[in-house]
């Protein structure tokens, strides 16, 4: 009765431990990177995403690092990267160049920085850069902070700051043009709440703008199954609230069922000496094992030599069965091995 009812206690508390584990999986929100086109925190760019549709532009995501020749779009954004661009995702992305149109590389990261200097844009770092920048005619201000400054040759500024250094520039790359901003700031969805900033997104990156990209591909997670790539196995398990409860799930009763079997299970009584089933020669044999494994031959041996000892000194035997007793115990203690003392003792078993 008490191992049911550990068994049921056990079984109580990996149930609490899973519903605990499915309310926390249910209300957690996935963390999306910064510059992500998913995110409608303040540093998403959802905002972004949403305004190019109420504009009448046809905004779309990259999932992977390649565009296809027949659908190019006018403009492509690459906003706040988070891995290095390899030469076939750039040669992928020169091709919005090549057929004309526009690139949109915003940003502070390591890949942000390779990537502009692949373009020909140089960027150097800013110390104690000021809260904000203007347009070149100075009609708006942007509450914008960059810790970088950039300029390129055959460029004009976009933005310049309080110091005179670029904090954004456009210039132009192949057949099309290329606008390069030292801060993601202007298209974050924090940003684009500033009537200054969302004036100067929508002069100089939506003007005009009818097909708009947002690369995904080099951003740390995408969620799973949009833009109509179905689930796999793994992301289904692994990427899902209800895939990591099953996964959860699972996990807690194979515990269950590990902890209530019978080698980790509740203790057994043990059986009382009077219960035993074990003959006595069973533990004659278990003990002279023992001692056979340990090598205690001479132990074994100084018992036997001992014993019969005191049977001799007892002097109740026979002179005959004396005589025969003392040359066996002689044979015991000159024994050296294990068929020896075997042998020995059969004659103290012959002599009476």
Not at 95 to 123: C, F, I, Q
Not at 169 to 182: E, F, T
Request: hydrophobic share 45%; proline share 6%; with cysteine.
């Amino acid at each position: 009765m008490s191992r049911l009812r550990s068994s049921m206690v056990l079984l109580g508390i990996c149930v609490i431990a899973l519903l605990i584990g499915v309310l926390r999986l249910a209300t957690q929100r996935t963390p999306l990177p910064t510059g992500s086109s998913y995110s409608a925190e303040p540093n998403g760019a959802q905002g972004l995403y949403t305004w190019i549709e109420a504009v009448g532009g046809s905004p779309g995501r990259l999932l992977e690092s390649g565009v296809r020749e027949d659908q190019v779009p006018a403009t492509l954004v690459v906003l706040q990267p988070e891995s290095v661009f390899t030469q076939s995702a750039r040669d992928a992305f020169d091709a919005v160049t090549r057929h004309g149109g526009m690139l949109v590389v915003a940003g502070e990261s390591l890949p942000w920085l390779l990537y502009a200097r692949d373009l020909g844009v140089t960027v150097e770092p800013i110390r104690g850069g000021t809260p904000s920048a203007t347009t070149p005619d100075g009609s708006l201000q942007l509450p914008i902070l960059s810790r970088y400054r950039v300029r390129a040759d055959n460029s004009t500024p976009l933005l310049v700051d309080a110091n005179g250094d670029w904090v954004a520039l456009r210039m132009a790359y192949k057949q099309g043009s290329v606008i390069v901003l030292a801060t993601p700031e202007p298209l974050l969805n924090a940003g684009l709440r500033d009537e200054q900033t969302a004036r100067f997104v929508y002069r100089d990156v939506l003007s005009g703008a009818t097909t708009v990209a947002f690369d995904e591909a080099h951003h740390s997670f995408t969620p799973p199954g949009t833009a109509g790539v179905p689930l796999t196995v793994n992301q289904l398990l692994f990427s899902t609230a209800a895939g990591r409860a099953v996964v959860y799930a699972v996990a807690l009763v194979f515990l269950y069922l590990l902890l209530s079997g019978r080698r980790l299970g509740p203790a057994v009584a043990a059986r009382p000496p009077t219960e035993t089933r074990r003959t006595m020669y069973e533990h004659v044999q278990m003990l002279a094992n023992l001692y056979r494994r340990a090598g205690q031959f001479l132990t074994v041996r100084d018992a036997f030599s001992r014993h019969y000892a005191r049977l001799l000194a007892r002097g109740t035997r026979s002179p005959k069965q004396a005589g025969a007793l003392a040359e066996a115990l002689a044979r015991i203690e000159t024994a050296r091995s294990e068929s020896d003392l075997i042998a020995a003792l059969a004659g103290i078993d012959d002599a009476g």
